[in-house]
Nanobody
């Protein structure tokens, strides 16, 4: 059975940090590219970051560059998103998602249909 379990969300003040995790079972973790997406109330879903199946390529939205870091541990079937210097604009529900094939540097963030599996989401709230 395919399972994706997200954790690590919560309420923090601006400037604080959180680390999101997504633990996977039921499919070949190391064969998939991984993205983190978020959706805030009243706004469309947006890509935050992505990492290739090998871990050799990473991508970030301009709004989080220098603050967020994506990483994966294939031995533990887990992907992380370290979020530092959080801002109120980061408030959203965050989702991990898994995509087969090739991770494209131009389209990773908007071709949602290419992501086969999605986590349940974890709430991140940043207060000012």
């Amino acid at each position: 059975e395919v399972q994706l379990v997200e954790s690590g969300g919560g309420l923090v003040q601006a400037g604080g940090s959180l680390r999101l995790s997504c633990a996977v079972s039921g499919f070949s973790f190391d064969e998939y590219n991984i993205g983190w997406f978020r959706q805030a109330p009243g706004k469309e879903r947006e890509g935050v970051s992505a990492i290739s199946n090998s871990g050799g390529a990473t991508y970030y939205a301009d709004s989080v560059k220098g603050r967020f870091t994506i990483s994966r541990d294939n031995a533990k079937n887990t992907v992380h998103l370290q979020m530092n210097t959080l801002k109120p604009a980061d408030t959203a529900i965050y989702y991990c998602a898994f995509r087969p094939g090739i991770l494209d540097g131009s389209t990773w963030s908007d071709q949602f249909y290419e992501y086969r599996y999605w986590g349940q989401g974890t709430q991140v709230t940043v207060s000012s």
